[in-house]
T-cell receptor
Framework: DGGITQSPKYLFRKEGQNVTLSCEQNLNHDAMYWYRQDPGQGLRLIYY???????QKGDIAEGYSVSREKKESFPLTVTSAQKNPTAFYLCASRSDRSNTGELFFGEGSRLTVL | DAKTTQPNSMESNEEEPVHLPCNHSTISGTDYIHWYRQLPSQGPEYVIHGLTSNVNNRMASLAIAEDRKSSTLILHRATLRDAAVYYC??????????FGAGTTVTVRA
């Protein structure tokens, strides 16, 4: 079945360590997104990518990095520069060819920094 | 930054309709209005979208004001499974898609 797979679902790390969250999609979508969600809050855009080898900063990019070497993959690295990395991270993708232009989301990765 | 404004929360009784408002006073002519909902500990899912005309699908209805500066998502008969956070966002040709805090819907049995 087509969809978006995020891994790991839960991740614990020590303060000061870099962490990479995986996002893979087999929907043949061009655009991919990373959002952060804190408890009781909405989604905030970290980075997005319109096409392979291209990505743009969202509203809260500081302390994060991404790459888009393949159409299917858009990994997010939470660096030690991110002051408060504990959060729920959501990856999404979207097709330009869809009539609805809807976003498809993964199930999320919950990162806890100890 | 999000371009829409929604109430923080709304409550409804089971089997009653729920009307969720969204203000988007700075909407441009090419912006589509999209609604998503998010169940606890899950990623959001698409609900409905529209441009100018009212829209219906199996999940909900979308009523769009004539000046397009506001819209209302209508859940015709709320069930306990409709308890979620509902997000209203604008989508145009720009790839940047920002969400606000959404409206938390509580359904009383």
């Amino acid at each position: 079945d087509g969809g978006i797979t995020q891994s790991p679902k839960y991740l614990f790390r020590k303060e000061g360590q870099n962490v990479t969250l995986s996002c893979e999609q087999n929907l043949n979508h061009d655009a991919m997104y990373w959002y952060r969600q804190d408890p009781g809050q909405g989604l905030r855009l970290i980075y997005y990518s319109q096409i392979v080898n291209d990505f743009q900063k969202g509203d809260i990019a500081e302390g994060y990095s991404v790459s888009r070497e393949k159409k299917e993959s858009f990994p997010l690295t939470v660096t030690s520069a991110q002051k408060n990395p504990t959060a729920f991270y959501l990856c999404a993708s979207r097709s330009d060819r869809s009539n609805t232009g809807e976003l498809f989301f993964g199930e999320g990765s919950r990162l806890t920094v100890l | 930054d999000a371009k829409t404004t929604q109430p923080n929360s709304m409550e409804s009784n089971e089997e009653e309709p729920v009307h969720l408002p969204c203000n988007h006073s700075t909407i441009s002519g090419t912006d589509y209005i999209h609604w998503y909902r998010q169940l606890p500990s899950q990623g959001p899912e698409y609900v409905i979208h529209g441009l100018t005309s009212n829209v219906n699908n199996r999940m909900a209805s979308l009523a769009i004001a004539e000046d397009r500066k506001s819209s209302t998502l209508i859940l015709h008969r709320a069930t306990l499974r409709d308890a979620a956070v509902y997000y209203c966002i604008l989508r145009d040709n720009d790839y940047k898609l920002s969400f606000g805090a959404g409206t938390t819907v509580t359904v009383r049995a």
